[in-house]
């Protein structure tokens, strides 16, 4: 440590925090400068970094602001920050996390160092199985509205670093400029896209939602993923009951349930009678529904289960469609697989957890364009669209290990 600066920033934080940073790529903010510009100078860069973090005169840049399409036909604001802004906020994230993950709710599942997503649906459809209802909570524009001043109490009340807490209010505080190159002062909001960003959010509700469910609902389960949350109750009058309160709740920490996305859902099976108008919900890309199951007898049955969502599954379709497959008729077949088999095989990982059957249908249409394909790349397949889906599969049943997904399509009759 150098007594001779105000903060006991080190140059090593420094460094662990960069690496981190490369680690996770990302792009440019508003200078424009990527990691690889940022690396062609490093040990200066990081220097003046250091140098200006461990003074206090580190003043965060703007935002930038990426507005990416949503499903639903909304968008999503993202803020990106420089690499070098990214790097100094690791270095205040590597100090405040440790001694936030000693408070944090055991089912708060998003980003978090141990947890993940799928420890979160796990864990909402053994509970789903246990209780008849569920309240599913959408609020309305978290990053975009959290209250600055709450989120700044809580900070308070976690560090005793006097630099933790100034250069975290200097984030909240720093502009967005828009994608029309002006800027934007805020007031509220953490923006979604900085370092920073999901560990405040976390914090945030922590107190907002999880110590308050503790507190005031202990007989209720829930799993909470940043802002994506879901309660479960016994009975109907249960969850009407908690949904109105929690409304209350979010309105007296400066947040909105969604009127319209906020719903009490019935998890219908064949042992839950009854005509209820919500049957089914979302939840991190799973849709849960009842479901035809089989047991280990073989005897099918109704089950309150999740799978791929619809959403996600557009989703997949359409990012496959962006490939232009048929149009790539300058490629061969392993070309391809090398081009896109990481994204195949994220998909299969993710939502082939639970259910992976209902992922067949989606992950044939990436098969629908490679028959496309070969109808443009080979003379004799040419306006023989059956003839070249014949030849595809056969060469899937031979040769299982050249796309992921045909392990699952066609591993068995390989």
């Known amino acids: 440590m150098n007594t001779a600066k105000p903060f006991p920033i ?60 949503k499903a639903d036909g909304g968008i999503r604001p993202l803020g990106i920050p420089t690499v070098a802004d990214r790097i100094a906020q690791m270095v205040v994230k590597q100090v405040l996390e440790p001694e936030l993950e000693k408070h944090f709710h055991p089912d708060s599942y998003g980003y978090r160092l141990g947890k993940s997503a799928h420890q979160a649906i796990g864990q909402a459809r053994r509970r789903c199985w246990d209780n008849d209802w569920v309240v599913d909570l959408d ?38 400029q828009m994608p029309d190159g002006t800027r934007q002062e805020r007031s509220k909001g953490t923006p979604q896209g900085g370092v920073i960003s999901p560990l405040l959010a976390n914090l945030y509700l ?31 009058a249960e969850a009407e009951h908690l949904k109105d309160a929690l409304e209350r709740r979010f309105a007296d920490c400066g947040l909105e349930l969604h009127p319209e996305k906020t719903r009490i859902i019935y998890c219908k099976d064949d042992d839950r009678r009854g005509g209820y108008p919500n049957i089914g919900f979302d939840f991190l890309g799973y849709s849960f529904r009842p479901r035809r199951s ?68 989606t992950l ?12 443009r790349k080979f003379k004799r397949l040419r306006g023989h669209k059956r003839r070249a889906d014949h030849w595809l599969q056969r ?13 699952l399509l066609y591993g068995q009759a390989g």
């Open 364 to 375: 044939r249409h990436i098969d629908r364009k490679l028959v496309l394909w070969a109808t």
């Open 395 to 407: 060469i899937a049943r031979r040769h299982t290990w050249l796309f992921p997904h045909w392990r």
């Open 139 to 176: 609020i309305k524009g978290f990053f975009d509205n959290l209250d600055q001043a709450l989120l700044m109490r809580a900070v308070r009340h976690h560090t005793q670093d006097n630099w933790v807490v100034l250069y975290i209010e200097r984030w909240l505080k720093a502009p967005v």
């Open 206 to 236: 922590h107190y907002a939602f999880d110590l308050w469910m503790q507190r005031t609902y202990p007989s209720i389960s829930f799993e909470r993923y940043a802002d994506d949350a879901v309660c479960h109750c016994r009975t109907q």
């Open 10 to 69: 080190t140059k090593r934080q420094v460094w662990e925090a960069y690496k981190r940073v490369k680690a996770n790529q990302g792009g440019a903010g508003v200078d424009g400068q990527t990691i690889q510009a940022f690396d062609e100078d490093l040990e200066n860069n990081l220097y003046k970094l250091w140098n200006r973090l461990a003074s206090g005169s580190y003043q965060p840049p703007p935002v930038k602001r990426v507005e990416i399409p």
């Open 294 to 361: 089989k047991n280990r007898w073989g005897k099918y049955f109704i089950n309150f289960s999740p799978a791929v969502s619809s959403k996600a599954a557009k989703a997949i379709r359409q990012e496959v469609r962006s490939w232009n497959l048929p149009l790539r008729s300058d490629k061969a077949l392993d070309d391809l697989a090398r081009m896109f088999n990481a994204k195949i095989r994220g998909w299969i990982n993710y939502y082939g957890v639970y259910y992976k059957s209902a992922l067949y249908r």
